[in-house]
């Protein structure tokens, strides 16, 4: 079924790959670049954007497969497009079903030690029934009957079969629990780029609309840079009115006209100043609002950025988790392998187990066909192996899909970046601009202090006028005392009042006149002095509202600064995070390279180590035969060794009988020499003396043909030479010998590479923890985190999906090796009940055999021994 999807898969992949798709990329890029030409801002992402461009190319030239990965990743995520919403439901449940996860994987870690554990002693009962199974096969080549006990041990056998099987089935179905395990964790770790993609996308969409209200916040500060250049004109003016009017305050009489131009004027100024001011207004309530939706905009950004952070922590937290999970997987892997070295040798065991029942034809034949099957079952888990390598392929395309999608993420973050220098530069200008109103609003305090110090002064200046006025009117009074006296004078006088009448009359018209415009003058200054007192206040109002959007200001300025440092150290940080991303890319692409290497080679290996297990099959049967020789020629050497001990015995014996012989000769010859001396019989002496030695010389002829009997037996099948003949047995010895040494040496070579590896992938570990722990903002530590935990888990998928198919197939290799088993007990038990059985019936034919061939065995023996003589010793005849 496998084998279909896969096939279905990749047929899909090539029918949609095809140049429209890299032609319809051109285009695209063409027209983002159209796009990005007239933005300086975005320079920095546009020579980024060609270089990806370029790598593409490259990319698409060398390595087709890779843009079919591509699409295939594509294909994909239009497929999930369904899962996003799902995905969201997710995170808000997140610290529940990680909590939940924990534990499950806790507790199937749990099983799987205990699976473990059952699994070894599962071995260990194993290697139990295979040393039963020497026995018992020993006892079936000694010929010997089960007792009750061996009856006995054999059910127990049987019984601890059942439970290895039934625990195999267990094992089984927890390894089908962590596969779906495994797999709801491939679930969650997709749905979580899912839900960081839709960030980055609510990023990007923030930022957008901060873009926006920055212009218009620029817009505005322009606009009410204009409106305080207008009020600074205004106020030079109004102090050229005031100059005026301490002029008007000299010289009064003068004045009248010059009051009337300021009166126009001031009319004017404060028509231009209250639009001025209503203006003003108008544009410090937008700058409210902007700030308002400033700060809006600030807190929606910073509950996005701690949601970023949160999915960050959660990544970390599942990072940590899948690395102590590979850590167990590590381990698991390692069990494996020494449980794949104890199966060989139990296998190893098993074959040498199976020397004693080659002895007939029949055992041999069983043996070719369950040879044939181990051949044919080999081959499957070639073809198997082959599968495994296929789909471990397929997960790495999958890594390298997630760590493309990971690089269009940082693209995403890199734009991030540029709209953030973008608004970083827009923020200073603004800072500028402030910093520019501040000294405006400064200088406009200073001419406000200024202004009043004038009003001050012309206020002195015009109640000097109106003393002035006084003095006059006194005079005035004066003058009219003096005229009612020149009018007594007049009527005293008439013809001097005639004269002078005339005049009085022109004179008092011009007075009237005067007085009238003296009040006027009076009725004005008092209004000039409302709108004065009036202009004071407003102006005060304003000062008010300058000092608080002042503070508003500096409140606002505050956190742009505060927001542009943050962005500046997030794009430092994002810089070094990207020179990072890159050479752990050179470096994933090398060790990418080191591990198809490490296929290949042990592709070879794998070859080379499956015509050693030919090899092996075929000279362990060629043992068998050897071993059988072997056994046959020591039954014969200890027949031998047997004979010669006994030979060996019998003469001591007779060099002891010599040893008494010479002993007694040298006790004749000094009894001789004695008798010499004392008996004069010489004669009689001589001839004993020639008698001894006759019967010496006997003796000698004895021993020394007891010597050669020894020498030279005349029993050849007895006393045969020892030699061998089959000299290509110790040449298959050493062959055997040399084929195991390459075994081993090969071997300790994939072990060592294996180590190689693993220190490979430590070193790489510890330097992007040591690249984590590098000091910087909290925020780029996340991000870094982040995309080395998703790489991490990507790796750590691959390989826990790669573990998890071999752990599938030496699950299988185990219940294949249970199965081949059972079956060579029950084999046995039938051959051993068949051997029974006929030995049984053996003995019952031999006892009846015996009972009638004793009765004749003893007459014929007995009249043999009557018959014949028999010699013991030295050759005695013993009737």
């Not at 534990?103 to 139990?128: G, P, Y």
């Amino acid at each position: 079924m496998a084998d279909v999807e896969k096939d279905t898969g990749l047929g899909e992949i090539e029918a949609e790959f095809s140049t429209s798709a890299f032609e319809a990329l051109e285009r695209d890029f063409q027209e983002v670049l159209s796009e990005l030409v007239g933005d300086e801002s975005l320079s920095k992402f546009r020579e980024e954007y060609e270089k990806l461009h370029r790598a593409l190319k490259k990319s698409h030239d060398q390595e087709k497969r890779l843009v079919k990965k591509c699409r295939e990743l594509n294909t994909e995520i239009v497929n999930n497009a369904a899962k996003v919403q799902y995905a969201l439901q997710l995170a808000q449940k997140d610290d529940t079903t990680i909590a939940s996860l924990r534990k499950e994987i806790e507790k199937a870690w749990a099983m799987v030690d205990v699976s473990h554990e059952k699994e070894l002693r599962a071995k260990d009962t194993i290697t139990q029934l295979k040393d039963e199974i020497n026995n018992l096969s020993k006892l079936v080549e000694k010929g010997a009957g089960l007792s009750v006990g061996q009856e006995n041990m054999v059910k127990e056998l049987l019984r601890v079969r059942d439970e290895l099987q039934r625990q195999t089935e267990e094992q089984g179905a927890a390894v089908k629990v962590l596969e779906t395990q495994l797999r709801e964790l491939h679930k969650q770790k997709e749905e979580l780029e899912a839900s960081h993609t839709q960030q980055n996308e609510k990023i990007e969409a923030q930022a957008e609309t901060l873009n926006a209200r920055n212009a218009e916040i620029s817009r505005e500060q322009r606009r009410r840079e204009r409106m305080d250049k207008e009020l600074r004109d205004l106020r030079t003016k109004l102090d050229k009115k005031a100059a005026e009017g301490e002029a008007v305050g000299q010289e009064v009489l003068v004045a009248k006209t010059q009051v009337g131009q300021l009166e126009k004027q001031l009319t004017e100024a404060r028509a231009t100043m209250e639009k001025y001011l209503r203006d003003y207004d108008t544009l410090y309530q937008r700058t409210q609002k902007l700030t308002e939706d400033l700060e809006e905009q600030m807190e929606k950004t910073g509950s996005v950025h701690a949601d970023f952070v949160s999915s960050q922590k959660e990544l970390k937290l599942q990072r940590d988790e899948c690395t102590r999970m590979q850590t167990a997987v590590g381990q698991m892997e390692r069990k494996v392998d020494r449980e794949h070295k104890a199966a060989l040798r139990f296998r190893q065991m098993a074959d040498a187990a199976k020397t004693p029942l080659l002895m007939s034809q029949q055992e041999v034949q069983s043996l070719k066909a369950e040879l044939e099957v181990y051949k044919r079952r080999e081959n499957t888990n070639r073809k198997e192996v082959d599968l495994l390598e296929r789909e471990k392929n397929l997960q790495l395309t999958t890594i390298q899909k997630t760590e493309d999608k990971m690089k269009k993420t940082e693209d995403e973050v890199k734009n991030q970046e540029r709209i953030a220098y973008s608004l970083e530069n827009e923020m200073a200008q603004f800072k500028a601009e402030t910093v520019k109103q501040r000294t405006v609003i400064y200088q406009l305090e200073k001419e406000r202090e200024k202004y009043g110090v004038e009003a001050s002064e012309q206020r002195t200046m015009y109640l000097q006028a109106m003393e002035e006025v006084k003095l006059r009117d006194m005079k005035y009074n004066e003058a009219q005392k003096k005229i009612s006296e020149w009018e007594a004078k007049l009527k005293q006088q008439q013809q001097l009042y005639e004269s002078v009448r005339s005049d009085r009359n022109l004179y008092s018209k011009n007075l009237i006149e005067s007085q009238d415009e003296i009040a006027e003058m009076k009725r004005k200054f008092k209004i000039m002095n409302h709108q004065i007192e009036q202009l004071k206040e407003e102006i005060s109002a304003k000062d008010n509202a300058l000092v608080k959007e002042h503070f508003d200001h500096q409140k606002v300025q505050k956190q742009r600064e505060q927001q542009r440092n943050e962005i500046s150290r997030m794009k430092r940080l994002l810089g070094q995070n990207d020179d990072i991303i890159h050479k752990q890319d050179a470096e994933i692409r090398r060790l990418a390279s080191m591990i198809r290497r490490m296929d290949e080679e042990a592709l070879t290996q794998r070859k080379e180590y499956d015509q050693v297990i030919n090899e092996r099959d075929i000279l362990g049967t060629q043992l068998i035969r050897r071993n059988d020789e072997l056994a046959l020629l020591y039954e014969k050497l200890k027949i031998q060794q047997s004979t010669l001990r006994k030979g060996e015995a019998q003469y001591a014996m007779r060099v002891e009988d010599l040893r008494l012989l010479k002993m007694k000769v040298r006790d004749l010859q000094r009894e001789a020499v004695i008798a010499k001396s004392n008996v004069v019989n010489v004669d009689g002496l001589k001839r004993d003396l020639m008698h001894k030695n006759k019967e010496l010389l006997q003796e000698k002829t004895k021993v020394k043909a007891l010597s050669e009997e020894l020498e030279n037996p005349m029993n050849v099948h007895r006393w045969r030479k020892l030699e061998g003949s089959d000299p290509a047995t110790y040449e298959m010895i050493q062959k055997i010998q040399t084929l195991q040494q390459r075994l081993i040496k090969k071997t300790e070579e994939v072990v060592e590479k294996d180590m190689l590896i693993q220190e490979k992938e430590r070193l790489y570990l510890e330097l992007k923890k040591i690249l984590a722990r590098q000091p910087g903002p909290e925020v780029a530590e996340q991000l870094s985190v982040y995309q080395s935990s998703l790489k991490e888990k990507g790796r750590q998928m691959k390989a826990m999906a790669s573990e998890l198919n071999m752990y599938q197939a030496q699950v299988n290799e185990y219940k294949y090796e249970i199965e081949r088993l059972t079956r060579e007990l029950q084999d046995v038990k039938r051959k051993y009940y068949e051997q029974k059985r006929r030995e049984t019936l053996a003995r019952e034919m031999e006892e009846e055999e015996n009972i009638l061939g004793k009765s004749q065995a003893r007459s014929q023996a007995q009249a043999a021994q009557n018959a014949t003589t028999r010699f013991t010793g030295g050759g005695f005849a013993i009737k």
